[in-house]
């Protein structure tokens, strides 16, 4: 819940002009229209957030599929209030199509707003170990599959990152300052930061811990783990399940499961 928010003010802050006038137009619509808002139900004055899949996209809707985890299919209307950022894609080529990805604002069945990514695919990619020790620079060099000097979302997802649908596309909108589609070297570096697998290994393990460690008791405790995680957010929670001993205090070797599962998403989903 509280990622959505945070997501939720990003957007905002990117798109305020464009969401406001699009809410006032909701309104609007809405008020001029009762009958069909009452057809929608309660859900017609509601904002909400949908991720899934395009499975047929017309010039003013698109039937769509979910792949949350409450799975359903929609008719989603386009109108020219609707705000779409094409994420990956070609400059000169700018189309929803069947197969696209999407994560939409939407009001009612109206879209607001919509982030489209191409059919990348989401699967979890575990950097490998050479990469964990690569500099930005040569970590940019591998990414850039075609060589052309930039990365696209696609290369970024297949080598960097793997393709979220719900804050993939909204991290590469904001890296990419100047909306050319792909990242140079400087707006790759400032994502790279972001990314959980280069931040996690920075340093050893061993080196976080001791670093984590403010009174070196050789365990760290609830407010000592949010240093090594990096965050405040979901702290107590998180900490929780690392402390697998329940002891209240997390040991080295727990310490180190929680940070090589943060840097091997495939280890994290077989905890899970
Ligand atoms: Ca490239
Ligand atoms: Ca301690
Ligand atoms: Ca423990």
């Known amino acids: 819940m509280r990622l959505q928010t945070i997501d939720g003010k990003i957007d905002t802050m990117i798109h305020s002009q464009k969401l406001t006038l699009t809410a006032l137009a909701s309104c609007l619509i809405a008020m001029s229209v009762p009958a069909a808002a009452a057809e929608k139900k309660s859900s017609a004055s509601q904002d909400s957030m949908l991720i899934g899949i395009v499975e047929e996209a017309h010039p003013d809707h698109l039937m769509i599929a979910t792949t949350m985890h409450k799975r359903q299919k929609k008719r989603l209307i386009l109108n020219n209030q609707s705000d779409v950022k094409y994420v990956g894609y070609d400059e000169k080529k700018h189309e929803v199509e069947t197969g696209s990805m999407f994560r939409a604002q ?36 591998l990414a850039d599959k075609n060589q052309n000097g930039k990365i696209s979302y696609a290369e970024l997802s297949q080598a960097i990152k793997p393709h979220k649908p719900k804050h993939g ?10 909306k050319t589609g792909a990242l140079n070297r400087a707006q790759f570096d400032e994502l790279l930061v972001t990314v959980t697998w280069w931040k996690m ?55 180190s499961a929680f940070i090589n599962a943060k840097i091997y998403p495939s280890l994290k989903d077989k905890a899970e």
């Not at 707003?113 to 500099?135: R, W």
């Not at 670093?211 to 070196?216: E, N």
């Not at 990096?230 to 040991?251: P, W, Y």
């Open 169 to 178: 596309p909204v991290m590469f909108y904001k890296a990419d300052t100047d």
């Open 106 to 141: 939407v009001s009612g069945d109206v879209i607001t707003s919509m982030y489209v990514t191409p059919a990348i695919g989401d699967g979890l990619v575990d950097p490998t170990p050479e990469m964990l020790k690569m500099t930005p620079g040569e970590l940019f060099q």
């Open 201 to 255: 290994s920075r340093k050893t393990p061993d080196e976080m811990f001791k670093a984590s460690d403010q009174d070196a008791d050789g365990v760290l405790s609830e407010e000592e783990f949010a240093i090594l995680q990096g965050t405040e957010a979901h702290v107590d929670k998180i900490f929780r399940s690392v402390d697998k001993n329940k002891s209240g205090d997390l040991d080295p070797a727990e310490a």
